[in-house]
């Protein structure tokens, strides 16, 4: 089933301003995933997503909001840079267990793929085992490349 009408569903850049209901609600999100998860969200979670929104910060956050100013989705990107120009490194992306199935993942990547391109973004960049944001980016043109994760424990 397709979410209908995407219009009533917006894509809202988080900023260090926006309304404490969105910062809120992306909280009370990110806390369902960890549970789903098996891990626990930070106890000072809203405090570090303003952090996190703060001006010169390199991650950016994406939310599909519905009804209510609820958020439904969720995505934490980053911007880097190289010698090819500025990308975007997806980190996260997460909808809510109670309207998957409606659409809401198509909507957040097409909508932040046409967000990426109006800023001059080279590419969007990520890792997934999900077979369904795989069937998503490859929708979206994404190649997918085979990848070897990478972490040099400090």
């Known amino acids: 089933m397709a979410l209908y009408p995407p219009e009533d569903y917006p894509l809202i850049e988080l900023r260090r301003g926006s309304a404490p209901r969105l910062f809120a ?3 009370g999100l990110i806390t369902e995933q960890y549970k789903d998860e098996g891990m626990r969200a930070q106890k000072n979670l ?3 997503l303003r952090e996190l929104t703060a001006p010169g910060s390199n991650a950016l ?3 599909i909001v519905g009804p209510g100013r609820r958020v439904l989705a969720y995505q934490l990107t980053n911007v880097c ?3 090819g120009g500025d990308y975007l490194y997806v980190n ?3 909808t809510a267990k109670a309207v998957r199935g409606l659409g809401l993942g ?3 990547e097409s909508r932040f793929v046409e967000w ?4 001059g973004y080279t590419s969007v960049c990520s890792r997934t085992g999900n077979p369904e944001m795989r069937r998503i980016v490859e929708k979206l043109g994404a190649r997918v490349k085979q990848a070897t994760w990478i972490e040099i424990p400090l």
């Open 25 to 27: 609600g992306l909280a």
């Open 116 to 119: 990426a391109k109006t800023r």
């Open 81 to 83: 840079r190289s010698m």
């Open 106 to 108: 198509w909507e957040l």
């Open 46 to 48: 809203p405090a570090r």
């Open 61 to 63: 956050f994406h939310l």
């Open 92 to 94: 996260e992306t997460y």
